[in-house]
């Protein structure tokens, strides 16, 4: 029963849609503008780092909340030492579904990463640690792509719970550990699902790079409003050459019609000479 509450209590918090906050803080809906992923990354490309590193904080601290809450209703029930890292992996689940699929959003969400990075952080095995942030960075730096990095460090998370578990360093009964290895092993395969726009782009070398650095782009509503403006500069200078045309153009009429009026002045003054 206690699977059915934590999942619950995590897709509530997990409905805490912080990029979409966020983006109409800023005036905008997040998921009309560049990848339309209501997440850290694509936040990040079109606010900014500031709005990126809040929203990532933000999706990271509603999966530990929804680990803590679980942990305060639970935490005397019997057995508990039995099924702690089930339940942080079950409240984690349900707030990265809370993320990916907000039902007041139209199911239009985000893609998981930093839910997952705040499950990774909950299930509170500090060996994990030090390999999930040596896999991601070393990816994410040598590549920039933030996709690639979260597609690794979702697996990494899985081997390693795998690996730990098969050892016994969970102190888990063989059910227990199967369930565990089969819930983080389904919530992996979700974190790669939802990157599979980003997996095609990367196969098709399309996929856009993210630099944290002095190379990092513009965010991108910064882009495109200097877009926005020059085309309505281009179509300002279009309009003032088309009316300098016209202008030319009449002018040269006017300069027709007077050299045709001194031409028929020139013959009436010829025909008046003539009959005299």
């Given at each position: 029963m206690f699977r059915l509450w934590c999942v619950l209590i995590g897709y509530t918090l997990g409905l805490v849609s912080t990029a979409y906050i966020v983006g109409k803080v800023h005036g905008i809906d997040i998921r009309e503008h560049g990848s339309g992923n209501a997440?850290?990354?694509?936040?990040?490309?079109?606010l900014g780092r500031r709005a990126g590193a809040i929203v990532l904080a933000g999706d990271v601290c509603k999966c530990l909340m929804a680990v803590f809450v679980c942990w305060l209703i639970f935490h005397k029930m019997e057995g508990y030492d039995s099924y702690k890292y089930l339940i942080r992996i079950y409240a984690s689940a349900g707030t990265i579904l809370g993320h990916n699929?907000?039902?007041?959003?139209?199911?239009h969400g985000g893609k998981g990463m930093a839910c997952f990075v705040g499950m990774a952080i909950a299930f509170l095995y500090f060996p994990i640690y030090p390999g999930q942030i040596i896999l991601f960075f070393a990816i994410f730096l040598l590549t920039h792509y933030v996709s690639l990095g979260s597609i690794f460090f979702g697996l990494g998370f899985f081997a390693q719970v795998v690996i730990f578990g098969t050892f016994g360093f969970f102190g888990l009964q063989p059910a227990e550990l199967i369930e565990l290895y089969a819930v983080v092993g389904?919530?992996?395969?979700?974190?790669?699902?939802?990157h599979r726009s980003n997996i095609v782009k990367l196969i098709n070398h399309t996929e856009k790079k993210t630099?944290?650095?002095?190379?990092?782009?513009?965010?991108?509503?910064?882009?495109?409003?200097?877009?926005?403006a020059a085309m309505e500069a281009a179509a300002n200078n279009r309009q003032?050459?088309?009316?300098?045309?016209?202008e030319n153009i009449q002018e040269d009429k006017t300069l027709k019609l007077s050299e045709e009026e001194i031409e028929e002045i020139k013959k009436s003054t010829s025909k008046e000479e003539e009959k005299k």
């Amino acid at each position: 029963m206690f699977r059915l509450w934590c999942v619950l209590i995590g897709y509530t918090l997990g409905l805490v849609s912080t990029a979409y906050i966020v983006g109409k803080v800023h005036g905008i809906d997040i998921r009309e503008h560049g990848s339309g992923n209501a997440g850290t990354t694509n936040t990040l490309r079109v606010l900014g780092r500031r709005a990126g590193a809040i929203v990532l904080a933000g999706d990271v601290c509603k999966c530990l909340m929804a680990v803590f809450v679980c942990w305060l209703i639970f935490h005397k029930m019997e057995g508990y030492d039995s099924y702690k890292y089930l339940i942080r992996i079950y409240a984690s689940a349900g707030t990265i579904l809370g993320h990916n699929y907000p039902f007041y959003l139209k199911f239009h969400g985000g893609k998981g990463m930093a839910c997952f990075v705040g499950m990774a952080i909950a299930f509170l095995y500090f060996p994990i640690y030090p390999g999930q942030i040596i896999l991601f960075f070393a990816i994410f730096l040598l590549t920039h792509y933030v996709s690639l990095g979260s597609i690794f460090f979702g697996l990494g998370f899985f081997a390693q719970v795998v690996i730990f578990g098969t050892f016994g360093f969970f102190g888990l009964q063989p059910a227990e550990l199967i369930e565990l290895y089969a819930v983080v092993g389904a919530l992996a395969l979700l974190l790669i699902f939802q990157h599979r726009s980003n997996i095609v782009k990367l196969i098709n070398h399309t996929e856009k790079k993210t630099y944290l650095g002095k190379r990092r782009e513009k965010p991108e509503l910064r882009q495109e409003e200097e877009q926005k403006a020059a085309m309505e500069a281009a179509a300002n200078n279009r309009q003032e050459k088309s009316d300098t045309e016209t202008e030319n153009i009449q002018e040269d009429k006017t300069l027709k019609l007077s050299e045709e009026e001194i031409e028929e002045i020139k013959k009436s003054t010829s025909k008046e000479e003539e009959k005299k």
